[in-house]
């Protein structure tokens, strides 16, 4: 049984370029959860996605947008990137909308 | 927002000695999940607790959940090298919200 997937593992962009990444949630998972994790700090809440829906949103700007696709698969995209993007993105799927979540091993992305 | 502190930062212990870490929310929680993060990883589900006063037990690990639903604490007895990483707790806030709020964890670091 597949756990999370997440691609690319690292990246590589420039600042006010485009990026995409991709998960692919755990079998029976129908639930997508992003988080940006800095370094030495806690996974913050990016947004989570739910019926192809966007069902919650934090604290972050339009910049960083995503999508849900009918096979449960989901993608985060920022725009306009800046320095302070560099994190390791995790996703995490989950069973219901407040159940555990389980991540993936993230993308590690830096912006110069 | 919803805030969750979480201390300490960071702990070293003997192997063999005990460990605590506490985690405190700002507002009243509908549940509180632990996370643990080994050095390079992603956060793996440990526990979740639900109910006010919750005690739950996994092997040399207490969880409680405080009867306030606001705070809660991770006991760990007679550590082993094996339990080296960061521990997260994360809250769930009230009815209707489904964002999940790290802590920003607490790194420990057991000496052989």
């Known amino acids: 049984d597949a756990g999370v997937t997440q691609s690319p593992t690292h990246l590589i962009k420039t600042r006010g370029q485009q990026v995409t990444l991709r998960c692919s949630p755990k079998?029976?998972?129908?639930?997508v959860s992003w988080y940006q994790q800095a370094l030495g700090q806690g996974p913050q809440f990016i947004f989570q996605?739910?019926?192809?829906?966007?069902?919650q949103r934090g604290n972050f700007p339009d910049r960083f947008s995503g999508h849900q696709f009918p096979n449960y698969s989901s993608e985060l995209n920022v725009n306009a990137l800046l320095l302070g993007d560099s994190a390791l993105y995790l996703c995490a799927s989950s069973f219901t909308q407040v159940d555990e979540q389980y991540f993936g091993p993230g993308t590690r992305l830096t912006v110069t | 927002g919803q805030q969750v502190m979480q201390i300490p930062q960071y702990q070293h212990v003997q192997e063999g000695e005990d460990f605590t870490t506490y985690c405190n929310s700002s507002?009243?929680?509908?549940?509180i999940q632990w996370y643990k993060q080994r050095p390079g990883g992603h956060p793996v589900f440990l526990i979740q607790?639900?109910?006010?006063?919750e005690v739950k037990k996994q092997k040399r690990l207490t969880f409680q959940f405080g009867e306030a639903k606001k705070n809660s604490s991770l006991h760990i007895t007679a550590t082993q090298t094996t339990d080296v990483g960061t521990y997260f707790c994360?809250?769930?806030?009230?009815?209707?919200?489904?964002?999940?709020?790290f802590g920003k964890g607490t790194k420990l670091s057991v000496i052989p």
């Open positions: 994360a809250g769930l806030g009230g009815a209707g919200s489904y964002q999940l709020t």
């Open positions: 607790l639900v109910k006010s006063g």
């Open positions: 079998s029976g998972h129908d639930t």
């Open positions: 996605y739910y019926e192809e829906e966007e069902r």
């Open positions: 507002t009243t929680l509908s549940n």
